[in-house]
């Protein structure tokens, strides 16, 4: 993207040359609770016994080449996402004094953050030392932040592992990032315990629908080429999880929505370009460390050859998954006790069921 993508409303001021195009749409285990909440020698020895899928050393060095590879350059499809995601502050008739951004989208939620949300202290926390280095640079450097108010510091830390005390922080925003964590569920569970109670959870991460179209040219590609499949993207979370995982989590007042962007590429190859920048590149510890040279060129045949566009553009689709949950307080709205009803439905329905 770069800046090369066409203007997206309330995101771009000023249309650059681009060479793709964003056109937004109106539209996986854990152990149980014990360990969360610290960064103790108990949770490194039990994270052994839990189920691995992604190479978080591998993922660190994918973030490493992101900061240089997106160093003063923004992004029109994470800032969108950033932007719909802190949007949600201006929802809120409360403040969060102490706030807490995890990976993902660093950049993006600290430019448009903009003093939303009352926040006076900031930690920006990720697994890559250059990411962190790249977002104070940027803090340093561009004084339009507005956010010159805010109290800032940099960690560089684990989401499997939070370094955060828990009911420490009133507000947890992760832009793109949690769908890289071996433990999504268990990572929830250390964001809530870190929230100080009436405390806010704010996450987008990539939804199941992502990269469709090139599952499918690399699918085929595989068959015909190699007569087989191996895995080249990483499995994400369905739509219809995500309500359960805040609910597991132990958030109360749970919300989900779901949006639909289409990014526009001249190439299959400017849409990996796009992917390395973003730091969103194969991390599976199942993967095949090589690709074949004519299964590379065969998915991009197909890639053009099913999707492409009358404008010579081929479509990529990435579903991005919207999460609220509040850490419990006696200020939230509760469920009556069962049984506690004083008018039957049967009595509803005989006074306004013929109406």
Not at 24 to 40: K, V
Not at 79 to 105: H, I, M, T, Y
Not at 283 to 303: F, G, H, S, V
Request: with cysteine; charged share 25%; hydrophobic share 35%.
């Amino acid at each position: 993207m770069y800046g090369r993508i066409g203007s997206l409303k309330r995101v771009l001021e000023k249309p650059r040359k681009q060479s793709h195009t964003l056109l937004p749409f109106l539209s996986f285990s854990t152990e149980d609770g014990s360990g969360y909440g610290g960064g103790g020698e108990s949770q490194q020895q039990n994270s052994s016994s839990r189920v691995k899928i992604f190479d978080r050393d591998l993922k660190r060095v994918h973030r490493d080449r992101a900061a240089w590879l997106s160093r003063n350059k923004n992004d029109t499809f994470v800032d969108a996402v950033a932007e719909n995601l802190l949007d949600r502050l201006e929802d809120c008739k409360k403040s969060f004094p102490s706030a807490l951004c995890l990976g993902g989208s660093l950049g993006a939620v600290q430019r448009l953050l903009r003093a939303r949300g009352g926040i006076e202290k900031l930690i920006m926390m990720d697994t890559s030392h250059d990411m962190i280095k790249s977002c104070r640079d940027a803090a340093q450097h561009d004084v339009s932040l507005g956010n010159s108010s805010i109290d800032t510091s940099y960690l560089v830390g684990d989401e499997e592992f939070l370094p955060i005390k828990e009911s420490s922080v009133d507000l947890i925003i992760s832009s793109l990032g949690l769908h890289w964590t071996n433990d999504l569920p268990g990572s929830m569970i250390q964001c809530k315990l870190a929230l100080k109670p009436d405390g806010l959870f704010l996450a987008a991460i990539l939804g199941g629908e992502t990269l469709k179209e090139l599952r499918i040219a690399c699918t085929l590609a595989h068959m015909e080429r190699e007569g087989g499949i191996s895995p080249r993207l990483s499995p994400l979370a369905q739509v219809r999880d995500a309500g359960n995982l805040l609910t597991r989590a132990g958030f109360s007042l749970p919300g989900v929505d779901v949006d639909e962007y289409v990014v526009k590429y001249k190439s299959a190859l400017d849409l990996i370009e796009h992917l390395r920048a973003m730091g969103e590149t194969n991390a599976l510890l199942q993967r095949n460390k090589i690709l074949n040279r004519e299964t590379a060129l065969a998915t991009a045949a197909i890639y053009d050859s099913m999707f492409a566009t009358e404008d010579g553009t081929i479509p990529a689709t990435f579903q991005v998954i919207y999460m609220t949950g509040w850490r419990e307080h006696a200020s939230h709205p509760q469920a009556k006790r069962r049984g506690s009803a004083t008018v039957s439905f049967t009595d509803i329905h005989k006074q306004f069921g013929g109406q």
